[in-house]
């Protein structure tokens, strides 16, 4: 299947799900340090859809490669296929509100070779803000039959983001106080990595959680130094949020097929782990 949108609104899916080929539907909600997204799940979803963990299904075990590495590849196709999902049928995916959970499945579909993918502007929030309808009723879907092809989008080690702080432009998705090094509530380490500018993921959407227009994006990009020219990527925490910003970035057109962003998978969790490298503190990149 081809490229599709990488936001869909309720209105939009609402059309989608009584089309003849509706979209897999993918539930990711989570929030760090809980409650756990399973338990919201239960209480009501969007018709037709599947949850996904992402601790468990959407990241492999927490280790040396960060809190939320990279799931194993093959790990990762059997989750895909347990939730339905099809080479040649769309996936949205939807989280609460803001669409940074959302962002890290949308990036791990497309990173695995699945173009047809989208998520719900503004989430279950504005789903049910409209009046649409949700159930606790839990679907069997038949399984799907997509095949997992890791590379498709590009991503760096701990080398590859200083380099990239350097010759490009490398965006910190984490909050102002975590990029300067005010607090440090999960990490080993406060700070971020030197070069790195700071690009908070909650600014991608308004006080709804609507994501912003690519007008809106474009600005607040070019305001950080991103162009249409040069290598840009992302990384956060543990490499979850950071999937915001490559979304943003696509979103206001700086992230094309020809010039893909780039993701820090390991991110902040990663990089504060290794005692050698350093760390930049304050407002500036460093």
């Known amino acids: 299947m081809g490229r599709v949108a990488a936001l869909i609104t309720p209105a939009e899916l609402a059309e989608a799900l009584a089309g003849e080929h509706p979209p897999v539907l993918l539930d990711v909600r989570w929030r760090l340090g809980g409650p756990p997204g399973r338990a919201e799940y239960e209480r009501g979803h969007l018709p037709?859809?599947?949850?996904?963990?992402?601790?468990?299904?959407?990241?492999?075990?927490?280790?040396?490669?960060?809190?939320?590495?990279?799931?194993?590849?093959?790990?990762?196709?059997?989750?895909?296929?347990?939730?339905?999902?099809?080479?040649?049928?769309?996936?949205?995916?939807?989280?609460?509100?803001?669409?940074?959970?959302?962002?890290?499945?949308?990036?791990?579909?497309?990173?695995?070779?699945?173009?047809?993918?989208?998520?719900?502007?503004?989430?279950?929030?504005?789903?049910?803000?409209?009046?649409?309808?949700?159930?606790?009723?839990?679907?069997?879907?038949?399984?799907?039959d997509l095949t997992v092809r890791p590379g498709t989008l590009p991503v760096v080690d701990a080398d590859g983001a200083a380099d990239l702080a350097r010759a490009g432009v490398l965006l910190d998705a984490r909050a102002p106080e975590r990029y300067r090094g005010d607090v440090e509530p999960v990490d080993p380490r406060a700070g971020h990595v030197p070069g790195a500018r700071n690009a908070p993921f909650s600014e991608h959407v308004d006080g709804t959680g609507r994501w912003r227009s690519p007008e809106e994006l474009r600005e607040r990009f070019a305001a950080l130094g991103v162009g249409r020219d040069g290598p840009v990527g992302a990384y956060c925490g543990s490499g979850v949020t950071a999937c915001s910003v490559l979304l943003a970035l696509e979103v206001a057109g700086l992230s094309t097929p020809e010039r893909p962003a780039v993701l820090y998978a390991g991110s902040w969790s990663h990089w504060s782990a290794d005692p050698t490298r350093p760390a930049a503190t304050g407002d500036q990149p460093g």
């Open 48 to 144: 037709g859809a599947v949850f996904v963990d992402l601790d468990t299904e959407l990241a492999a075990p927490p280790g040396p490669n960060g809190r939320h590495p990279l799931p194993d590849p093959d790990a990762l196709q059997s989750t895909l296929r347990r939730a339905g999902v099809r080479s040649d049928r769309p996936v949205v995916i939807y989280d609460t509100a803001d669409g940074s959970v959302a962002a890290r499945a949308w990036w791990l579909l497309r990173w695995v070779g699945h173009d047809a993918v989208s998520v719900l502007d503004g989430g279950y929030t504005a789903w049910v803000a409209e009046g649409r309808p949700v159930t606790t009723d839990e679907p069997r879907p038949e399984p799907g």
